[in-house]
């Protein structure tokens, strides 16, 4: 993945991507490039280390990784992104 690459992603790995500038939430796929002009990402990150017993402190977090789960099975239905790579438990 190059650097200018762009990445929807949960809270949870945002952190391990902070050197990068283009970073949104998941479940939102499009972005605003340096020219203002609407751009679909280049990857979606989804965790789910979260949905994993006891590794959440707030069920709040759990129903967002599964509706992040939703989206994502919704893409690749719809052929708009494929699996990359699966790294246990990050896809």
């Known amino acids: 993945m190059t650097q200018d690459a762009s990445f929807s ?42 949905l994993q017993q006891n590794n959440l402190k707030v069920p709040v977090d759990r129903g967002r990784v599964r509706g992040g789960v939703r989206f994502t099975d919704e893409a690749l239905r719809r052929g708009l992104y494929g699996i990359a790579e699966v790294l246990d438990p990050v896809v």
């Open 9 to 50: 992603t949960s809270g949870y790995i945002v952190s391990h991507l902070w050197g990068r500038r283009n970073i949104i939430g998941l479940e939102v796929m499009q972005m605003k490039d340096g020219e203002k002009k609407l751009v679909d990402v280049d990857y979606a990150l989804l965790d789910l280390w979260q």
